[in-house]
């Protein structure tokens, strides 16, 4: 993160416009996919797509050797560009040697990616964008903000205001007439054009073929009416043949707009020809006479022999990652700072723009894992943008602050111990009411601005644990109870809850002194050194009384404990297997408890509603959702679903300290939907969670409660002895 992503980031929060228009956008696509997905089989089909892609990028030579020849067997001229400057460079030069004047162009990412138009407009070439969105776009001097949507950042208003500059008219709000406006002012651009320019949704080797998918005729006008067709496509767009573009197609408009299917699927071979006056082909007939396509790598060569990111070529961009983003709802697309937005966005930039322009885009990703749920291609693209980081840490270094951050305090627990401590005694003249922190000094100010902070405990949970610190002996099932930071320094009595309902079940919790941070914050920096020296520190203290079990309080550091250690530990065979069967250990505190009480029945109502807030790392990294659901209920309690229950909080690590107004936005419309449940009692089974929903709820003066389920049941749980 620097500074001048902050303030672009900043200045989005305080885009009035923008935060009146990305809502209703984020809403309309979220309702539009779900019924868009009725009836059909989403597992099945983006397993077909999964499969189409990983074979098309396998024998991406052998398609780009096929599709040229096919397509210039059907009459197109096909040309390979390295880069911008040599596509750029091939448009230019065609349009000098055919004196074109005037350009219309179709919506196209990867004309924009090479900023084709500017190229064009330098050398005193008009171009016109005709996509509505991206006219919209062009009017305003901006980037596009969406994938499919250029123009989805921009209010009715702003869209009239330069609509009524255009035409000198003074315009009203009306959408329709607004949209009649666009088609008369464009009509003419149409033709008096001398060359057309798009890009392809899919190119279809064994055809030559290119599949333009549109919502606007504006696509076919482009493509028919100049004499001129020039299209630029990324070499991913290949496809062997018309069945896998169909396995495309299923998905591309569903999962983008909802929609079975665009209005306007164009299938283009060749220029426009005919032989019912000969029988040589006569170009131009009813359509331009030339076709060029331009294949075009930019860095996707690359990419493509990458073991770690060639997957990214799989995105078929429908930008429904973007729809579910909640970074992306917070600040849209051109906060990004290049041309594509989002997770996958920051992937491509560093390939097609250079690693040092990923730095900012990458750290907007909260690693929230909900792109990778809707993606249609199977993307992994939460890993790949730690392995990025990764890759920015390896090449950059560390900054001066995350290096004294990792490399001098949390990979040495003992200086972490002290650091809280010391923390601990100089909170006291910030601390107020309820034991919380609202307002730090200059430069911290920032941190309470959107919640308040709990205090660090005098008498961390390893110091309350010690009488705890091996299980007692006897035939019960041994758990380790691994807490987390948050837990160990800010919650404590969580802990205490934890190993007291534990007793009640039955087992025998014990809390391994030795254990340290798990290493999550560093990970998501980009730090692996400094997490594979806080793994074996933890594999070490949590092996050395073999327990049956590992509990977490804390989702993200389970996936640490049970994901990331055995992966970072792979090359070590001794660590790797001692992590390896740690691994299978490992439990959620309300999956635990399910399994250590499977026989208990259920209790009679405890006459308290609450809802249930699902923690990312819960629900995505590990799966698990339906147990603390099941673990309330059995107990007694009545869940109230909130709506988008599963939503990132805002908190995401280290994200929370580095863009806190982000964090504090993405917040606000969870504790809006928290309130509109109209319940006394949020639970959520992440500590973390707990964190943030407390110190938002606590700006807000509001008398909701925020409980851990372990919490909540120690408080409120109708005592039992469980299996006796």
Known sequence: MTTRMRKRVNKALADKNLQTALP??????KVGRQLGMQGIDFSTLRDELRRVKEKSIANLPQLVQQFKSQATKAGAVVYEAKDAEDANNYVLKLARERNVKQIVKSKSMVTEEIELNKHLKDAGIEVTETDLGEYIVQLAGEKPSHLVGPAIHKTIEQVAELFSKVTGEELGLDPQNLAEVARRTLRQAYLNADMGISGANIAIAETGTLVIVTNEANGCLVTTLPPIHVAVVGYEKLVSSLEDATAILKLLSRNTTGQKQSVYVSYITGPSATTAISEVPLFGVQGPGELHIILIDNGRMQMRESDEFKEALYCIKCGACLNICPVFGSVAGQTYGYIYQGGIGAIL?????GMDKAVDPASLCMNCMACAEVCPSHIDIPRMILRLRTNIVAENGLSRTAKIAYHGILSHPKRLNAAISIGSRLQSPFVGKGSMVRRLPYPLNSLTRTISLPTLSHHPLRDRLKAFSSPRAGTHPTVAFYAGCVANYAYPE??????NYLQECDAAPYYPQEQTCCGAPALVTGDEETCIKLAKINIAAIEEMNPDYVVTVCPGCAVMLQQ????????????????????TKIRDFSQLVLQLTSTAEKMPSQNLKVTYHDPCYLRRGLGIYQEPRQLLQREGFEIAEMNDADVCCGFAGTFVLE??????????????????????IVVTNCTPCVLQLRGGLDKRNSTIKVMHSAELLAKYGKSRHINA
């Open 494 to 499: 969580i802990g205490d809850d934890v190993m």
């Open 564 to 583: 990331e250690y055995p992966r970072l530990l792979a090359s070590d065979p001794e660590w790797s297997h001692r992590a390896e069967a740690m691994s």
């Open 24 to 29: 209703t956008f984020m809403l309309i696509t």
């Open 349 to 353: 930039t560093a390939f097609l723009h």
């Open 659 to 680: 863009y806190p107004e982000l964090s504090g936005s993405i917040l606000q419309r969870k504790l809006d939907n928290i309130e509109a449940t109209g319940v006394d």
